[in-house]
């Protein structure tokens, strides 16, 4: 039935956008009458922030095309870039204040006992193509997402204490969701969790066609969001623009309502040095994951744009060692360098050998900060204060190998070289992203430091994908050179990188049983503070995983680079964060302050 | 005597400049894997003769370059302090063409490194990793075209004296061989070998995926100089008087193709280098933290590289002489043989 309303009604309402004022009065008024102003029965969301003015184009280029839209299936960082500015969810985290806000829920009660949580959802609330969002969407969506043939990315999340959070509706704007044991991260739990149209959905999802719904080519009409933006058109291998949804829930301080833009254009721009030249010819208004040099470039020569340093984000670059359990024959020569690798003396003393400094120095220009732990100083809530940052000593390295039964012998050009017990040469290959210019500079330092240890190390950079596929397959592998950025600042969101079965267990991944004592202790930390509420029990559990990986050194942690980005001056209230989306967490607010200068084709 | 002069001269040119090479330990100030963490992208030093204050000195010196206040990549030069400039010093262990070990030195500066041509990304020394990248390239190149006229003159005997079926067989593969697009077929055979390949092993595979690839053309040219001069007179004479093909071909035949050999070779030295250079610019040839050209100038596939810095061009400058130096050999061989042939022997012209 209600379907059946539904067509006319949007043809009236994109009518309603084209034509100008007057004409717009003379429509019926249905509970929504002019988009730009809020209607009695809504309850926008008003966000502080400078008061923009409506209008105009930014145009933001993409390294790679995203490969879906589906929130569902979302893995790679492009596609959930896009999705971010199309949809919503029940409770976001503010990427600027790095605190949860009341998204599509107004209102969250949690239960003394942290087992229920009650969320109350926004009055009047509308999909980007009008239709009405009420508590059976919500209920829709989990069901979606807790569903194992969907195969959602991110399910592991909503599994608690080994059960599913179950979700419970009450009336039409309330909903409860019930959980088997307390859960640690509280309500940041439902950012990322983007609510889905039931209306449209749900067909497709009963005749098992979910998965492979959603791509960029999808028809705009059978698409629908909560985002700031809907979908408009998309051009394969060039351009995917959104323009403004009209039934956006948020307004500015003055209660107009948000996003400000018209329209919001990604073009893909496969190589970063690509989407430099674009964005200092203009063509580009803004610019997000810009390397240091390509940083240091743009600011030099500034004018026209503001470059703009976020600070250190939450991305970690390591450098980890083999330590799979592999089977005898088909790797000989790895499980041999497998007893150093296995050595906690060797990976220290490799860890004092690095000059962490230097990385920062000559691979960020000095925008970065060292490491000596998995969180970075931009995660300052969560990281251990107390992980000793010791300087570089190649003393303490060569006292640590000498105790691991290492020794140097001389060879006949006079360079010494460090051989193991069995008066073996130690030399190893350190595996890196061809891609990834700052990861083989990375390697090609750590392999000057190991030569004055008597190591050998090859850097041998590799195609991304087959890079992956030995660490994670095959395990053909030495040691590799890898970074990883947290999504989020909670713990929980690396849990597949510290629990021992995790698939993100880079150094030994998804192991039937912890292989080592001190991995057992970190898989019981992760689980506690897990259940553990309120955040100085569960910073104490955490505090320890991190001292205990700082000690084992499973990954010797290098180094994090500054989150920069750049953008116009003429776009105002440009303010990149931390966290992912870096400069379009707040694209609803961003607008251009000489009125619509960029309309323009 | 002119065009004897005129190739003496490009020879001597040659062998110069290969010296300057194969003797980089003594011409390079450092050694070229030494970093130097505090001094990245370095711009090249100047040599002064002259001081801040206004005077002369005898002996050259140049200010150590520091970083501007609050920046991280520009520098300016330190006038407080000059450091003076050493000839023949000591400095690094290196072997001299790989053997005589030595410490010694054209120039060097104490207390101070001197970046002649500027640094790298790691502050190593741009004019020691040009002269060492030299030894490889330039090696590379001549190994490569070593292996390619011998298959090449191998081949082109062949085809050319025993004729028939063979010939058509060997010259449809050479046609193959020309079009090949080589450089693909080169990144599919680098997949293929182990991960690591040491500095000696991913070198050796280069010299021998460029002579593989090059031989094609020597041997057509040979195999054309072979059909000539089968059917003259003094090859005909000599096989009635029963010479063996095998004598024939080294006594009579092999000679007279000399000319197309040898400025053949000239020609693709060069050619090979730049094959080495292109190999190693795209990740194929010798590991960090070893130099070659190609690897050299790889850097500036990185555009803050390209428009930053300035002196990571420089590589790509220093062929300029050697393929100057081979093309004025090769047309100075080209035109004593024409010569030499259309003096001493009538009748028979280069084709």
């Not at chain 1, 195969?151 to 088997?180: E, N, S, Y």
């Not at chain 2, 130099?291 to 810095?309: I, M």
């Amino acid at each position: 039935m209600r379907k059946d309303r539904l067509s006319p009604w949007r043809c009236r309402i994109t009518l309603s956008l084209l034509l100008a004022c007057a004409s717009l009065l003379t429509l019926p008024v249905r509970g929504f009458a002019h988009p730009q102003q809020a209607s009695a029965q809504e309850e926008l969301l008003a966000v502080p922030g400078e008061t923009g003015r409506p209008g105009g184009r930014l145009v933001i280029s993409l390294r790679a095309e995203p490969k879906t839209l589906n929130p569902l299936t979302a893995a790679d960082a492009i596609s959930r870039e896009v999705i971010g500015a199309m949809q919503a969810d029940l409770v976001h985290i503010n990427r600027g204040t790095q605190l949860t806000e009341p998204a599509l829920a107004k209102s969250w009660k949690i239960s003394p006992d942290g087992l229920q949580y009650t969320l109350t959802l926004r009055q009047g609330l509308r999909f980007s193509d009008g239709h009405r969002l009420d508590a059976d969407d919500v209920l829709f969506t989990f069901r979606v997402y807790l569903d194992e043939s969907v195969h959602a990315t991110q399910r592991d999340l909503l599994i608690v204490g080994g059960k599913p959070i179950v979700v419970r509706k009450v009336d039409g704007q309330t909903l409860v969701f019930q959980f088997a044991k307390p859960y640690g991260v509280e309500e940041r739990l439902f950012d990322g969790w983007d609510i889905l149209p039931r209306h449209l959905l749900e067909k497709p999802y009963q005749e098992g066609k979910l998965g492979q719904l959603w791509t960029p080519s999808t028809p705009p009409n059978e698409w629908a969001g909560l985002g700031p933006f809907r979908l408009k058109e998309y051009v394969a291998g060039q351009k995917l623009v959104l323009e403004r949804n009209p039934y956006y829930w948020k307004s500015d301080a003055k209660g107009n309502r948000l996003p400000y833009l018209d329209e919001l254009v990604f073009l893909f721009v496969p190589s970063a040095d690509a989407q430099v030249l674009r964005f200092q010819s203009g063509e580009t208004d803004l610019i997000t994951r810009v390397g240091a040099e390509n940083f240091s470039v743009l600011a030099r020569q500034q004018t026209a744009y503001t470059m703009a340093d976020a600070g250190p984000g939450l991305e970690y670059n390591f450098l980890f060692f083999n330590l799979n359990d592999l089977s005898e024959k088909s790797s000989a020569d790895v499980m041999r360098k497998q007893k150093w690798f296995r050595d906690v003396k060797f990976r220290q003393a490799v860890s004092a050998a690095i000059d962490r400094e230097a990385i920062v120095r000559l691979v960020y220009l000095g925008r970065g900060a060292a490491l000596w732990g998995p969180v970075t100083p931009g995660n300052g809530r969560w990281a251990d204060a107390s992980i000793a940052r010791l300087p570089r000593s190649l003393d303490r390295a060569r006292t640590l190998l000498k105790d691991a039964g290492f020794s140097w012998s001389m060879a006949s050009n006079g360079e010494s070289t460090l051989v193991d017990s069995d008066h073996k040469p130690v030399e190893f290959s350190i595996l890196t992203s061809a891609s990834n210019a700052d990861r083989t500079k990375m390697a090609t330092l750590i392999q000057d430091d190991l030569k004055q240890l008597g190591m050998r190390a090859q850097v041998v950079p590799l195609e991304f994908r087959s890079l992956v596929e030995r660490v994670t397959q095959t395990k053909e592998y030495d040691a590799c050179l890898l970074g990883l950025a947290s999504l989020d600042f909670d713990p929980n969101s690396d849990l597949n990188v510290w629990l021992s079965s995790g698939g993100t267990h880079l150094w030994n991944p998804s192991q039937p049983h912890p292989a080592t004592a001190w991995e057992a202790e970190i898989d019981r930390l992760m689980e506690q503070q897990l259940a553990t509420p309120g955040y100085s029990q569960r910073k104490k559990l955490y505090d320890r995983v991190q001292e205990i990986l700082a000690e084992n050194q499973p990954m010797i942690f290098l180094a994090s680079p500054d989150i920069l980005a750049g953008a116009k001056n003429s776009i105002a209230n440009f303010h990149p964060a931390v966290l992912e989306p870096y400069a379009l967490w707040n694209v609803e607010q961003l607008y251009f302050r000489n009125g619509t200068e960029n309309t323009r084709r | 005597m002119k065009l004897r002069g005129k190739f003496t001269k490009w020879f001597v040119f040659l062998v110069l400049l290969h010296c300057v090479v194969a003797g980089a330990g003594f011409f390079a100030p450092y050694n070229p894997a030494e970093q130097d963490r505090q001094r990245p992208y370095l711009p090249p030093m100047r040599i002064h003769c002259m001081d801040a204050q206004g005077d002369l000195h005898l002996r050259p010196f140049f200010y150590p370059l520091r970083l501007r206040e609050g920046s991280f990549e520009q520098f300016e030069e330190d006038t407080g302090t000059a450091v003076p400039l050493y000839f023949f010093t000591r400095g690094a262990d290196y072997h001299l063409f790989g053997i005589v070990p030595s410490r010694l030195h054209l120039f060097g500066a104490a207390g101070a490194r001197i970046y002649v041509l500027g640094s790298d990304a790691y502050g190593r020394d741009q004019l020691s990793r040009i002269l060492f990248g030299g030894q490889v390239s330039l090696l590379a190149g001549l190994l490569g075209a070593g292996v390619t006229m011998l298959l090449g003159a191998v081949i082109g005997l062949a085809a050319g004296y025993y004729g028939g079926w063979r010939d058509d067989l060997l010259m449809r593969v050479a046609e193959l061989f020309l079009a090949l697009p080589w450089l693909y077929l080169l990144f599919a055979l680098r997949a293929f070998l182990p991960l690591s390949v040491g500095p000696l092993e991913a070198f050796l595979l280069v010299v021998v995926a460029i002579g593989l690839v090059g031989w094609a053309r020597p041997a057509r040219l040979v195999r054309g100089v072979v059909l000539t001069v089968k059917e003259r007179d003094f090859v005909r004479a000599a096989r009635g008087f029963g010479a063996s093909d095998i004598y024939l071909l080294r006594r009579h035949i092999l000679p007279e193709t000399a000319s197309v050999l040898l400025t053949q070779a000239a020609i693709l030295v060069p050619q090979f280098v730049l094959a080495e250079m292109t190999l190693s610019f795209l990740g194929l040839g010798v590991p960090e933290p070893m130099s070659s050209w190609g690897n050299l100038l790889a850097t500036l596939q990185q555009y803050s590289v390209l428009v930053s810095y300035w002196w990571m061009y420089l590589p790509a400058l220093a062929i300029v002489p050697f393929f100057l130096g081979y093309l004025g050999l090769a047309s100075a061989l080209q035109e004593r043989f024409d010569t030499y042939k259309i003096s001493e022997k009538s009748g028979w012209s280069r084709t």
